[in-house]
């Protein structure tokens, strides 16, 4: 006997009603951003590994550990096989986009959004999968549209505030910081090596390799027993220039201006080496452990990393299984969509006219479910009850008469509607 096959460790299928919900999500995030102005973007799901490789940063756990990625195979001897990743994060893809169709030449700010699939090798629990999906925003511009001002900052921070507000959840929690530009964070690195040094050896092995690569990455780890020695590190703040410290400054001004609550973290780093100046994530109580449910950052340089011209930007990602595990927390689970009505036909001659029947009322924008003439009445009824809120009987008189037998499975009630009364009976 074949093994039954099964959805890849990692990955799953969402499924009705559940997927309402997601939609719901996804319904209520393109409306936010449309008032925001921005334009959706759709980038492809596998780039040129070196586009992570440069962007995201060598050292990063992503790129060395949890990347998709295979050689493509060569068009002709001559040529040599091309190294493709499917994406681990959209950020690198839309400023690769950015470059590529020559955005910055517009010299306007460019606002865009993007909803999809990312993929990373990690360990599967609870809110994080192999196969992920995300929400996500960029704000990036050439200098002179004003891509680098600390009011752009509060602007996406605000407008994440607004949409978890009108997502229905509450009681989150915005955390900030900020990492300084390029210069800040070599100088803060100096600091971390010659702090980590004596006591390094009593961290873990991914630690280790950190603290001589990349020590700022040693603040993401998350290893228990490592937290005590790591919340004795000197802060980043200690090691900020005046212009990154006025530039942090003038967005906490403007987020208390805007209304918008928030707690500084100075341990907030973020996982990407392209982050620079601030970085944030929103948490939440609901989620456990796991806690984040969003996060992104500034990344001034990244147009530079990957070989273009100087671009500052904003962004973030949310996870959207993230958002769901949180509202179900909240008790916002996805009822069984009820459709307006159940046509049933009344024998196999009547299908056609069912089918007929159930177009005009979708025409009318109802929602219909079409029964099938091989079943019993009992059937039909049994078949209505579960999914629609009336069953619309038609049989060889209806289809005669033109009135058409509506019962309403609420209220027990049985009516004779016209053919041309129906819709707005239905719609009552």
Known sequence: MSQTLKAVRGTRDLLPPETALWNRIEATARAVFARYNFGEIRTPIFEDTSLFARGVGEETDIVSKEMYTWEDRARAQSEKAQS???????????????IEHKLGETGQLQKLYYIGPQFRRERPQKGRYRQFFQIGAEVIGPPSSGSESPLRDAEVLEMLATLLDELGITGWTLELNSVGSAADRARYNETLRAAL???VGQMCEDCQRRAVTNPLRVLDCKVPEDQPIIEKLPVIADSLDQESKDHFAAVLTALDAGGVTYKRNPRLVRGLDYYTRTTFEFTHGGLGAQNALLGGGRYDGLSEAIGGPKAPGIGFAMGEDRLVLTLQALDQKAAPPQVDAYVAPLGETVNPAALALARELRRAGLRIELGDGSFRLKKSFEAADNVARRIVILGEDEVQSGILTVKDFSTGVQS?????????????
């Open 197 to 199: 040094a004596p006591v």
């Open 84 to 98: 493709l990743t499917l994406r681990p994060e959209n950020t690198a893809g839309v400023v690769r986009a950015y």
């Open 416 to 428: 004779k509607v016209p053919r041309a009364e129906l819709v707005s009976f239905l719609k009552q």
